[in-house]
């Protein structure tokens, strides 16, 4: 058989994605592993009408596909985004409809969950036949026993495309009308105070986007500054070179604005808004050109204590994921969400009020330095970065090193002495029956709220 392979790393052949890949082409020689660089060649891609067809004649004639992808912030790689957006752009659907495929993800698991279900959505979107995923640690091919199951699962896969296997959908089709929103509704403005504020946008050509971020901005007494993404002169999406790792300067240091223009607009911002469209299951590719180019700070928190928001056109309210990607964006950055605002209203005053509250919402709580606590989307991401850090990637991320000592997000080992002793005697303690059944039958939920009531009860506190 054989099988596309669209390699989603900036880095192309020098890529820790495709060591999976050339190892399962060794083990199954009977088959052919078509390897196509699609980062990394994004441009001539876009921009070479053949380069494009050849890839979408390669995919018709192939018998599957396998997405290999490297994670990128939260999801793929900008340029791996884009030829997503030209397969929808261009109409060439069909040469996807059918054949069977499967994502091969590398990453430190921080979010690839999101990235591997941005895909099976993509997949089934295009009306693939979605056999499975498989998601690795970068360097899991070190490993004997994830090597074995990862060999199950390709032969697994070509089992699927031998056998015709019906496959299960995981993602129905989004169903999306909007109205025409025009602002309708005045209210009284709303002052910024001191507070500076950033809008966002990728674009502007959106009429509703547009629309709503005007409003937005004609809610405050004073004037609010919108940047496009498409005015600032960007020469390419990150990649992934890490040359940040030793001090944050990237590769594109003094090549382009990009990271003036973060450094000098959203860095100094009390309150920055996102706004942008939904492109096929996402924020556009623009977007995520900025969030991939926003990995000069690499893995330290770059707009702590801000609020944020987002002002999105299209139907985010079925895309449980790419809102999942933003609210986690903002818990790892350690700013404040403050809430999405769509057009997905059924009157155009609906949208008003929204705005209105937002941007009400945007200036209350900055004024008094909010943040709610991180969930475990926040919680859980940091722990990822703090043993990584830590451990195997300490080189060459040597910023985020000393960042992290400074920032104590090194919580690790935990030397609570008071919280051993106590365990030590409650461990020692519980081997008794009698006092055992004393503690987990009658003291364990008293027992549990007695540091927090002594807070409550203090009237000092
Ligand atoms: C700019 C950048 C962003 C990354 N973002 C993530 C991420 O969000 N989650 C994650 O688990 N790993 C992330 N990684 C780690 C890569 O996914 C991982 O190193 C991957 O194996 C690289 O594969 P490649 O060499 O094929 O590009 C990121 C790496 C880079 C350079």
Redesign the pocket.
Known sequence: MKIIVLN????GD?????QYINYIQKKFKQHELKIINISQRINQIEKDKEAFESIISDVKSGDGVIWA??????TVHSNYQRFIELIFERDVEDAFQGKYTSVLA???????HTAINYINSICNDLNMNYVDYFSLH?YDLEKEDIRKNLLKFVQNYFDAIENEVITLKNYSPVKYSTISYIPEFTHDKIDVLNKKIVIVADSLENINLKNMIDKFRSSFSQSIELVNLQDINTKGS?V?C?KCGYNYECVYTNKDDFINFYNSKLKTADIIVFAGTIKYRHLSSIWKRFF?RG?FNTHTPSLSGKQIGFIISGPLNQMPNSRQILESYTQWQGSNLVGFITDEYDTSIEIDKQLHAFAYNLIKLSTVNYSKPTTFLGVAGMK?FRDEIWGKIRFPFIADHKAYKALNVYDFPQKNYKSRIINSILILMSKFPPIRKEIYSNKMKSSMIEPLKKIVEDETV
């Open positions: 989603g790393s900036p880095k020098i890529s820790v994605t495709m992808f490297p994670l990128y912030v939260f590398t990453s430190i698991h921080f979010f690839d970068m990150c992934g890490l991939d990995f990822i």
